[in-house]
């Protein structure tokens, strides 16, 4: 009887770390946002404050997140737009895969560890479609369709204009701010500076992309 537990408690271990769960298999514990701004094609879309792309752009973002999903979108000449969805939806027939594929024994007590699994990688979550502009695509990839309101002037504080601008930190040390003008995803970049010098940076040179607030 010892021996029979105890081989069940090295299974119960051992297995977890050798496959994934149900909805950690299927879906995983992220999902593909693909952000398309519909009436402004030039606009440049911002996700954790790193420049994702030209009017159009793919990026993952962890399930358990989706109802904290916030984008940031800007046009040339105009002030940004947030836009945020703070609503999720529980993903029941994957909880009922992990419930009837993924539960192991000890003795005859049935122990549910592919739901502890699913529930601590956040796989059992995925965005609400109900959600202005999100339509999904499948399982693993939704469609996220923005439309930007009419562009504003720079926002006076102090009689200073606060603009942004593109920031490319390259991974030799050099920092090049100005407005990024052609995105290759994955192959360059072109960036022009305030000079209207025109910089090219292979992505394999580029560590980061971020958007900043300068006076």
Request: positive net charge.
């Amino acid at each position: 009887m010892k021996k029979k537990l105890l081989v069940s408690l090295i299974l119960i271990v051992i297995i977890p770390t050798l496959f994934s769960s149900c909805g950690t298999i299927i879906g995983g514990s992220n999902y593909n946002a693909h952000v398309l701004v519909d009436n402004k094609p030039t606009a440049k879309i911002y996700y954790n404050n790193e420049f994702k792309g030209v009017g159009d752009a793919t990026f993952k973002v962890k399930r358990k997140d989706a109802n904290k999903l916030s984008i940031t979108v800007k046009e040339d000449g105009g002030q940004e737009q947030v836009f945020e969805y703070k609503s999720r939806k529980f993903r029941g027939w994957a909880f009922a895969g992990t419930v009837l594929t993924w539960t192991g024994f000890i003795g005859s007590i049935p122990v549910p560890w592919g739901i502890i699994m699913d529930l601590s990688t956040g796989s059992l979550w995925k965005p609400d479609v109900n959600e202005k502009g999100i339509i999904k695509e499948d399982y693993k990839n939704y469609n996220y369709h923005l439309e930007l309101s009419n562009p504003t002037k720079s926002i006076q504080n102090n009689n200073e204009n606060i603009t942004y601008e593109d920031f490319v930190y390259a991974k030799d040390g050099t920092i090049i701010t100005g407005v990024i003008i052609e995105q290759i995803p994955n192959v360059q970049l072109k960036i022009q500076s305030k000079d209207k010098s025109i910089t090219t940076l292979k992505f394999e040179e580029i560590q980061k992309i971020t958007r900043e607030q300068v006076k």
